[in-house]
């Protein structure tokens, strides 16, 4: 049963656009969330987290927004660029932290369109 | 460079033999993690260790897989004995302290023949 899930598997937006990605969780023990971008045949690479105290972190065009009563996060990225052409996953952690890693979702698709 | 580092990049494999997969986390990191991606899946969380010791195992898949982690810093995933749903990239991160971001290497790209 997976406990994080990113139902799109892919988003087109246009360039200079919001691009809006979304996760939902099912584990009520999360409490630190993250997002991870990943070009092919590279490693996922951090982007932005979330602590579960909090429902909004900002950092430049990226921002992450939770809804814990939802078990809900989306990643925000205004002004979309086609840089930003890539695999996100989200992921999520809970108390025991690394003792039982992070879990991903399968990840969203994101295509930023010209 | 800096980042977590893994060889080899890729590894094609007969059924049947063994396989040592190698992660040298960035320096002073005291966490490491393995973790496998299937086509198609999200990233499957394996094995996690705190300098030397990994207190729990049991995320991985089945006891052909075993790993290690000496000296605080290079681990080696071994898996024995390898079946074609072995078939993956297996990536390996790690972090300054547990509970810290983990930093990704570029994986290495399992195939069993």
């Known amino acids: 049963d997976q406990q994080v899930k990113q139902n799109s598997p892919s988003l087109s937006v246009q360039e200079g656009r919001i691009s809006i990605l979304n996760c939902d969780y099912t584990n009520s023990m999360f409490d630190y969330f993250l997002w991870y971008k990943k070009y092919p045949a590279e490693g996922p690479t951090f982007l932005i987290s979330?602590?579960?105290?909090?429902d909004k972190n900002e950092d430049g065009r990226f921002t992450v927004f939770l809804n814990k009563s939802a078990k809900h996060l989306s990643l925000h990225i205004v002004p979309s660029q086609p840089g930003d052409s890539a695999v996100y996953f989200c992921a999520a952690s809970a108390p025991r932290g690394g003792a039982d890693g992070l879990t991903f979702g399968k990840g969203t698709h994101l295509i930023i369109q010209p | 460079g800096a980042g977590v580092s893994q060889s080899p990049s890729n590894k094609v494999t007969e059924k049947g033999k063994d396989v040592e997969l190698r992660c040298d986390p960035i320096?002073?990191?005291?966490?490491l993690y393995w973790y496998r991606q299937s086509l198609g899946q999200g990233l499957e969380f394996l094995i996690y260790f705190q300098g030397n010791s990994a207190p729990d195992k049991s995320g991985l898949p089945s006891d052909r897989f075993s790993a290690e982690r000496t000296g605080g810093s290079v681990s080696t995933l071994t898996i024995q004995r390898t079946q074609q749903e072995d078939s993956a990239v297996y990536l390996c991160?790690?972090?300054?302290?547990?509970?810290?971001?983990?930093?990704f290497g570029d994986g290495t790209r399992l195939s069993i023949l």
């Open positions: 991160a790690s972090s300054l302290a547990e509970g810290q971001s983990q930093h």
């Open positions: 979330i602590s579960s105290i909090k």
């Open positions: 320096s002073g990191h005291t966490a």
